[in-house]
């Protein structure tokens, strides 16, 4: 019973984490900002929903397999946001700033 609990809490922390990333995917003002949100969310969000599976499945063999894909997911995402992150620098994408038009782009009118 308590081990269902907490794999429910894990669970709902995990799909809140996701939902709070989405928002600021769509409420952010620039990429930067928007990677950031989602990058941060969507790592810590698959990480305690799978880590809910695992407390919600017992310890076996699937739950040693689904903590071997929570510790790739820990380290491949963080370093494809970071990766993508530098990509932009380097191609020349902006960062917003507070004299910049909403959404980032620079307005050439």
């Known amino acids: 019973m308590i081990f269902e609990i907490l794999a429910v809490i894990l669970v709902a922390l995990g799909i809140f ?5 989405t928002l600021g995917l769509i409420r952010l003002p ?3 900002c928007r990677m950031h949100a989602t990058g941060k969310c ?5 990480l305690l929903v799978l ?3 695992v407390v919600y499945n017992g310890f ?3 739950s040693l397999k689904i ?3 929570v510790v790739f997911i820990f380290v491949a995402n963080p370093t494809a946001t970071h990766a993508i992150g530098r990509a932009a620098l380097v191609s020349g ?4 700033t507070k ?3 909403p959404g980032g782009e620079s307005s050439s009118r």
Not at 17 to 21: E, N, R, V
Not at 93 to 96: D, E, I, S
Request: glycine residues 10%; negative net charge; hydrophobic residues 50%.
């Open 30 to 32: 620039d990429f930067y």
């Open 60 to 62: 076996n063999l699937v």
């Open 67 to 69: 903590i071997f894909i």
């Open 93 to 96: 994408v902006k960062p917003w």
């Open 17 to 21: 984490l996701f939902a709070s990333g």
């Open 42 to 46: 969507d790592t810590l969000g698959a």
């Open 99 to 101: 004299d910049s038009p």
């Open 51 to 53: 880590l809910g599976l």
